[in-house]
């Protein structure tokens, strides 16, 4: 499969060369087709799937079709709700490689900086608006943004805007959307309380996982190291030093434990910096574009701060404070090992540390080898004494769907036939509510970010 096959427009595909993807990964191959039918659609994916383009590539499509506003003033037909400023830039900046040729504009907004050049651009009239909760609801609330003419709803990273407590942002900004939309629902993992506004804010809508939220990826060595609290800097320093590791990603708790981290290894002659919540939007671009041009060879982050951090051929991963949810460490590690390249995640776990990482074994559901080294917790357990990990359960009845043609939605919904006419068609007058079809494929190397 490659994008042409996927009937996206020709500017897009003129932007995809020029960017160098042929492939869509799979969350892209599956998402597209029910994006362009203007079926509302679940996509289950974690960091580095291509999941942006998964929905941007369509969404530039669709508008770029029925580009009604052309010369005059552009409405928003497009949002693109996210949790973090460094995601809403990211997403900004894929919108403008992959839009360059189409003509359409879109903005980005969020909170930590001054809102006037971001009114200024608005009221020149935009297609598609990127923007995290806050912002937006501000914005709205002073008069300078207007939903009446949305067409497509986009939500990014849910179960880390519930980790965020942005929930009830979200939904005072979909309590002002337009009935007749298209809904995107995008998250690594569905908990309880996402899977419910899923519920409430989607039609029928298709579901796409893949990389199910358990796996980590072959390419990536991951290593445990049994540590003392007091002793991890030291052994840090010791790591970076030994292996003459160039680059990496290294995750703290806490802001302030991020902050202290990063004041160490500097006194140590190391590079380093922190990203967190706290600082200011300028400083987190500023540390972030020092890390990406390697003069930075330490990035402290804490888990919030990390989203929206993609950087090519980042070779370590590095958790000072292993998370205490086991989800989160396979969100972590996948930062490296991407595209097939190869990585190392290496993770420090004291006393207090070790049930979080059994609780990584039970769903990773594979040994992490335990390393010694000059620091070692002489009172942990010898890694035979580690639980083995429960053995996969098999997959059964889950189709091979690559390569098969897109399942035919409910309430009318056609198979695409290059024409596209009747796209959105059937959106008028719902009742929005759970149900749709599933597609699950296994993970593959990404492409388009």
């Known amino acids: 499969m490659n994008f042409e096959q996927l009937g996206l427009s020709e500017p897009l595909l003129r932007a995809l060369q020029t960017e160098g993807y042929s492939t869509p990964t799979p969350i892209q191959e599956q998402s597209i087709p029910i994006v362009l039918d203007g079926i509302d659609l679940i ?32 409405h928003i037909r497009a949002l693109i709700l996210t949790p973090t400023r460094e995601l809403a830039s990211q997403i900004g900046d894929s919108f403008a490689a992959y839009g360059r040729h189409t003509g359409l504009k879109h903005e980005v907004i969020f909170g930590g900086v001054s809102q006037v050049p971001q009114v200024q651009s608005l009221r020149q009239g935009t297609d598609i608006l990127i923007a995290t909760p806050g912002r937006l609801l501000d914005l709205m609330n002073q008069g300078y943004v207007h939903l009446d003419y949305l ?33 995107l629902f995008f998250s690594a993992t569905m908990p309880k309380e996402v899977t419910s506004l899923a519920e409430s804010i989607l039609y029928k809508p298709e579901r796409v996982e893949v990389t199910p939220v358990s796996s980590t990826a072959e390419t990536v060595d991951q290593s445990i190291y049994y540590v003392n609290g ?65 003069k930075l ?30 989800e989160t460490y396979v969100h972590r590690i996948g930062r490296t090992g991407r595209a097939g390249a190869s990585g190392k995640a290496m993770s420090f776990v004291n006393g207090e540390e070790r049930a979080y990482l059994r609780d990584i074994h039970k769903l990773i559901k594979k040994d992490i080898p335990v390393i010694e080294h000059p620091y070692a917790d002489k009172s942990a357990p010898p890694a035979a004494a580690e639980p083995k990990p429960q053995s996969a359960p098999r997959r059964g009845g889950q189709p091979n769907r690559q390569g098969a043609a897109p399942k035919q939605g409910s309430g009318g919904h056609h198979n695409r036939d290059g024409s596209r006419q009747n796209r959105g068609g059937n959106r008028g007058g719902r009742n929005r509510g759970n149900g749709g079809g599933q597609r699950s494929q296994a993970p593959q190397p990404s492409s388009a970010q």
């Open 230 to 294: 007091k002793d991890k800097i030291d052994l840090l320093i010791h790591i970076l030093n030994e292996q003459k590791i160039q680059r990496t990603l290294v995750f703290a708790r806490t802001k302030h434990g991020a902050d202290k981290l990063a004041k160490n290894l500097k006194k140590a002659g190391i590079r380093a910096d922190a990203i967190h919540g706290d600082k200011s939007q300028g400083a987190r671009q500023n540390a972030l574009a020092s890390f990406k041009d390697g």
């Open 151 to 183: 067409e497509i709803f986009v939500l990014d990273e849910a179960d880390r805007m519930l980790d965020m407590g942005f929930i009830h942002d979200v939904k005072k900004v979909i309590k002002v959307l337009p009935q007749d939309r298209q809904t």
């Open 297 to 326: 060879k330490v990035l402290v982050a804490t888990d919030i701060a990390a989203r929206g951090i993609d950087v090519d051929h980042l070779s370590h991963v590095i958790n000072f404070d292993l998370p205490n949810v086991p």
């Open 43 to 74: 996509g289950l994916a974690q960091t580095g799937t291509g999941k942006t383009a998964a929905y941007a590539l369509p969404i530039l499509d669709i508008l770029y079709n029925d580009n009604r506003n052309e010369r005059g003033y552009k």
